[in-house]
């Protein structure tokens, strides 16, 4: 049984920095990409990063380039988004979510998802 679960949310003043983790359990991910996506008050869910497992490529949503970094640790099957300069639109409840291969890392793609952690960022 696959599980995602999320940590590292909490509250934070603008310009700080957080650090999620993913703790991925219960299948062979090394075919598999795993992300983020977010969703805030009143918005919808959007992409956010991902990162394939086998050879460790990345894509980051454009508006958090610079901002954001994805990373994992392939020995603790944990995947990590670092979040720097955070400010307040940044806050939003942050999901974590599995789908195989790295092409369309969309929300209707991914079939394996966490129960999310909030970050809230206030300035």
């Known amino acids: 049984q696959v599980e995602l679960v999320e940590s590292g949310g909490g509250l934070v003043q603008a310009g700080g920095s957080l650090k999620l983790s993913c703790a991925a359990s219960g299948r062979d991910f090394s075919n598999y990409a795993v992300g983020w996506f977010r969703q805030g008050p009143g918005k919808e869910r959007e992409f956010v990063a991902a990162i394939k497992w086998d050879n460790g490529a990345t894509a980051v949503a454009d508006p958090e380039k610079g901002r954001f970094t994805i990373s994992r640790d392939g020995a603790k099957t944990l995947v990590y988004l670092e979040m720097n300069n955070l400010q307040p639109e940044d806050t939003a409840f942050y999901f974590c979510?599995?789908?195989?291969?790295?092409?369309?890392?969309?929300?209707?793609?991914?079939?394996?998802w966490g129960q999310g952690t909030q970050v809230t960022v206030y300035s």
């Open positions: 979510a599995a789908k195989p291969g790295m092409f369309n890392f969309v929300e209707d793609r991914c079939g394996f």
